[in-house]
């Protein structure tokens, strides 16, 4: 008996509880009435076997309900000693992990029914499915009553997610989240294009979307328009103006491969070291570290920098430069003595050189000229003038004994269409005795034959080549001032006998015309000549040797037609330049990881 009144008066107790809440819901309801539709309520259930969240569709502005999704929780989703004071978004949460169902995306997607006008029946299943539905669940929700439909405010649901889970289901209640909603008021019209691994393009649709002017929509739902795993969007997001509009949006393989320059220069700009190259995905983020250069140091005190790549099919990476400042400590400006014959690349400006000019008439009149220079403790000998270029990376030095801080300027070594040259008009040694050149500025410089040679041929060679990217001219006289005709680069030539003009050499050919001696524009050494080249991956031509402005674009197993050949930076005078290959419209990489010889 006692144990049956116990039992009644549970009941009763219960029964009051649930009037108790009944009352209090419907009491705030009024007095609330439907003025904040992001207010989160909850009711009492008619069944008491199910747990379940009720989303409340509704127009945020004219305050009416769209509809109703109920959301069942299983036992084998949301365990009953977690539901109570935990936050909608973290039930939604643990929904998804149990059940693949992702109610917040498909309240999402709930507004692209009539977003997308009723077209492409397939991209919208494919969209639900990412959800985890299927299509036939969004047709059954309730129709919107505008042609332009309505568009998830997110902002405002995921401030509802976040509000806190009150309603225990040991009391067998449903709560109710309210998702508002607004109506559309603009249009955009996207063209989807599609680029895949090797950088061909392709059209991949076209989609007017409709939203509230001055709200963003993500669209990441376009991934979903033809499976496009391994893809990535050029754009994360669209924002409606208000007004109709147009997007083009591309779907990127991330496997397309890009490359960028990375450029070391000096506070003005200039090159202090030879450019690098790295090389990722679209969309993808490397960190580059910053090298040491000898006699510099950073202009910003870090080492590193993240850079994104992101250029679309067709344009460019932009370059990324690093800049350093010269070193104004000794700790910075490394080294000591240095009586030596070798030297490596570092800072300066300017040059003593003279060469060919480009009518191959050798410049310079300082090569008739004489000069004396002394050093205080060695004896200078003064030459007639002739000119040397560099073989090594080397230094000027201000003194025959060289020391850091007698560096006048650095050379790196080039090869000779762009090796530095310099007029010697004296010899005198160092400290130790080692041979130094003393050049018509008053600088010195090793006359180590390692390091520097003479700009002339001198021996009579029958066969010579054009090796200068410019090409050479034949002459009637040796004095190269009366042109007969031009010949490319590659061009090979038969001498018939060598003559001296000077320090200057001439070779006459068999038609009795006269070439120039100089090494930076004739060879006795057959070059490797190159006439094709297949592109392994996609080739960009450029409109010069340095890469700058992208001008044409080849495909992987085109082949390439080669003109000649040639090295960037030839005029910067601290970079040692880098291969390329001269085409119909300029200039291509020679880099083998991107083209293969074609024989």
Do not use: C
């Not at 649709?205 to 893809?231: H, Q, R």
């Amino acid at each position: 008996m006692k144990k049956w009144l116990g039992g009644l008066l549970a009941l009763v107790v219960a029964i009051g509880f649930g009037m108790g809440w009944n009352y209090m819901w419907s009491k705030s309801s009024r007095d609330k009435g439907s003025s904040d539709p992001t207010s989160v309520v909850a009711e009492a259930e008619e069944t008491l076997t199910d747990k379940r969240i009720q989303f409340s569709l509704v127009d945020k502005d004219a305050k009416k309900s769209l509809g109703s999704i109920s959301v069942e929780l299983k036992d084998s989703e949301i365990p009953e000693t977690e539901v109570t004071d935990k936050k909608y978004s973290e039930l939604l949460k643990r929904v998804k992990e149990s059940s693949g169902k992702d109610y917040k995306l498909l309240m999402q997607y709930y507004g692209l029914k009539s977003s997308l006008e009723g077209e492409n029946k397939n991209l919208l299943n494919n969209i639900v499915k990412g959800t985890g539905f299927k299509l036939t669940t969004l047709w059954k929700l309730p129709d919107f009553d505008s042609k332009m439909g309505y568009t998830l405010d997110e902002e405002a649901f995921d401030n509802n997610l976040k509000e806190t889970f009150k309603v225990s289901f040991l009391f067998r209640k449903t709560a109710v989240v309210e998702v508002p909603y607004q109506r559309n008021n603009s249009t955009t019209h996207i063209q989807l294009e599609k680029a895949d691994s090797a950088g061909e393009l392709s059209r991949a649709g076209n989609y007017t979307l409709n939203g509230v002017g001055g709200n963003t929509m993500s669209l990441k739902f376009l991934k979903y328009a033809g499976n496009y795993d391994g893809y990535v969007l050029s754009k994360k997001n669209i924002k409606f103006t208000g007004e109709d509009s147009s997007e083009v949006i591309w779907l990127i393989s991330s496997e397309y491969q890009q490359s960028k320059t990375v450029r070391y220069v000096d506070q003005d700009g200039k090159d202090i070291q030879d450019s690098t190259s790295e090389h990722a995905g679209y969309g993808k983020k490397i960190k580059i570290r910053f090298p040491e250069i000898e006699g510099y140091e950073l202009a910003e005190d870090k080492k590193y920098q993240w850079v994104r790549f992101k250029a679309l099919p067709g344009e460019g990476e932009k370059d990324v430069v690093i800049k350093y400042k010269l070193a104004t400590s000794e700790g910075k400006n490394p080294g000591g003595s240095d009586d030596k014959d070798n030297g490596s690349a570092g800072p300066g400006n300017g040059s003593s050189s003279g060469t060919d000019v480009d009518n191959n008439v050798d410049a310079g009149n300082n090569e008739n000229s004489n000069g004396n220079n002394s050093n205080a403790n060695n004896t200078t000998t003064s030459v007639s003038p002739f000119k040397v270029y560099g073989k090594q990376k080397l230094y000027r030095y201000s003194h025959a004994t060289f020391t850091n801080n007698r560096r006048v300027q650095a050379h790196a070594k080039k090869v000779k269409a762009h090796a530095p040259v310099f007029t010697v008009v004296g010899k005198t040694t160092s400290k130790t005795g080692a041979a130094r050149y003393v050049l018509n500025d008053g600088t010195h410089i090793t006359a180590n034959a390692n390091y520097v040679g003479k700009l002339y041929w001198a021996n009579h060679y029958r066969k010579l080549y054009v090796t200068n990217p410019q090409g050479i001219n034949t002459y009637k006289t040796t004095t190269l001032n009366q042109k007969v005709k031009s010949l490319k680069q590659g061009t090979a030539v038969t001498a018939k006998a060598v003559t001296k003009k000077g320090q200057m050499t001439r070779y006459r050919l068999t038609d009795g015309t006269y070439i120039t001696g100089n090494k930076q524009y004739v060879s006795p050494t057959k070059p490797k000549l190159v006439k094709q080249v297949k592109a392994k991956t996609r080739v960009r031509v450029y409109q010069d040797v340095n890469l700058n402005k992208v001008v044409k674009t080849y495909q992987p197993g085109q082949v390439i037609k080669v003109n000649g050949w040639n090295h960037s930076r030839g005029d910067v005078h601290h970079v040692s330049g880098v291969k390329r290959y001269k085409v119909a419209g300029g200039y291509i990489t020679a880099n083998s990881k991107y083209v293969k010889v074609v024989k």
